[in-house]
């Protein structure tokens, strides 16, 4: 089986992290929400040929995000127009947050748990258990329960649970042949018990019973706990990416009526 290229795997985490502000400049995808996630608040190219309107491009890209109120993100990756990293550095954008993409078939991972359940929206247990991972802000917290409703495609919640504690969380979004899992996070008190795993299981078989054929995930490439639970589980590196931000800027929350 063919694993799905880059190109397959960026449409399928638009589609999976959605955002309630989207653009196009030309191969440019402009995107906005609340502030939080990098993939929901920052411009990416989805086309690597040469691009003799890059830098009029940037400039019209960061008046947008200007005009909203947020500092102007970029996400660099393979599917860059050639010279982009440099034009960010000459207009003062330094990099920040390495990802790396990694895949596996979903066969290979997929396993029922009679512990797991899928709900069709976070509720307070799934917050909850995710509000003990780092990185969560409130801007985070409002874009994991508005996501539900921007969701064109089947998701689902995973909590795992211990009797009637949650204590381990994961979500899944099935975007056709290729499915993602996001905000993993296990209760501190009930780590290095198997927990994490279990749950990756459990959303893989949630996104399995809905057609998918491989699973992908995003870790920081500084998350070496992480890297090392999916690479055991079987995924492999797919490619990476890396955000442009100015040093100066932050990225206040956005609010929508």
């Not at 653009?23 to 440019?28: L, Q, T, V, W």
């Not at 909203?68 to 947050?97: N, T």
């Not at 064109?152 to 649970?161: F, K, M, N, Q």
Request: charged share 20%.
């Amino acid at each position: 089986m063919t694993p799905p290229d880059i190109a397959t795997l960026e449409r399928a985490t638009l589609t999976s992290v959605p955002a309630p502000r989207v653009a196009f400049d030309g191969p440019f995808v402009i995107r906005a929400f609340a502030g939080g996630t990098g993939r929901a608040n920052a411009a990416s190219s989805l086309d690597p040929l040469p691009d003799p309107g890059l830098a009029a491009r940037v400039g019209r890209i960061e008046a947008r995000y200007a005009a909203l109120g947020v500092a102007p993100r970029f996400r660099s990756m393979p599917l860059d127009p050639p010279g982009l990293a440099g034009l960010l550095a000459a207009r003062g954008y330094v990099e920040k947050d390495e990802t790396i993409v990694l895949l596996a078939p979903i066969d290979a991972i997929a396993a029922p748990d009679p512990a797991a359940n899928a709900m069709a929206a976070p509720d307070a247990d799934w917050m909850a258990v995710t509000a003990t991972a780092e990185h969560q802000t409130p801007a985070r917290r409002r874009e994991k329960e508005g996501t539900p409703a921007l969701l064109v495609v089947p998701g689902a919640w995973i909590t795992l649970r211990e009797g009637a504690e949650a204590v381990a969380v994961a979500s899944v979004v099935a975007a056709g042949e290729v499915a993602a899992y996001f905000d993993l996070a296990v209760r501190p008190e009930h780590r290095r018990k198997g927990l994490a795993a279990r749950t990756v299981h459990a959303a893989a078989q949630w996104a399995k019973e809905q057609g998918a054929g491989w699973l992908f995930c995003q870790v920081a490439a500084a998350n070496a706990a992480s890297l090392a639970l999916n690479t055991g589980l079987g995924m492999a590196e797919a490619y990476r990416y890396r955000y442009f931000v100015r040093p100066q800027d932050a990225l206040p929350a956005m609010t929508f009526a």
